[in-house]
C-alpha cells in the first residue's frame, strides 16, 4: 500500500458514520449487509448512508455486490489487512520482541 492509499483510507475511517459502518460490516462477515439495513441499523438516512458507504468503497475498504434489487456490502479484509499492514511493517525497528505483544492482542479476534 502507498501512502496515498493509507491516508484515503484513515480518512475514510476519520468520520464517525463510516467507521461505525465498517465496524457493522466487519461483525457481519463473511455474511455482509445490505445497504437499506445498515442505514436502518444506524439510523441514518439511505441517501446519507450511500454516500459513507461510496466514500468506503473508493478507500477499498468495503466490496459491493448486487443480489437481486439490494445492493450486500461487505468490510474487503484485504484492504484493512493491507492497511494494517502499512501501519506496522516498521514496527519497532525489527524488534519482533516489542511488536508480541501486539501480535499477540490481534491473534485472538480474528
Request: with cysteine.
Amino acid at each position: 500500500m502507498e501512502s496515498d492509499s493509507a491516508i484515503g483510507a484513515l480518512g475514510a475511517l476519520a468520520q464517525a458514520t463510516r467507521l461505525d459502518v465498517f465496524r457493522l460490516l466487519v461483525r457481519h462477515e463473511p455474511t455482509g449487509m445490505a445497504a437499506g439495513e445498515i442505514a436502518r441499523q444506524l439510523d441514518v438516512p439511505q441517501n446519507t448512508m450511500s454516500a459513507h458507504l461510496g466514500i468506503l468503497y473508493r478507500a477499498r475498504l468495503v466490496r459491493a455486490e448486487r443480489k437481486s434489487r439490494s445492493i450486500i456490502y461487505r468490510a474487503d479484509l484485504d484492504g484493512l489487512r493491507a492497511l494494517t499492514l502499512f501501519l506496522v511493517k516498521d514496527c519497532c525497528a525489527g524488534s519482533a520482541e516489542l511488536c508480541a505483544p501486539l501480535v499477540a492482542e490481534l491473534a485472538p479476534c480474528c
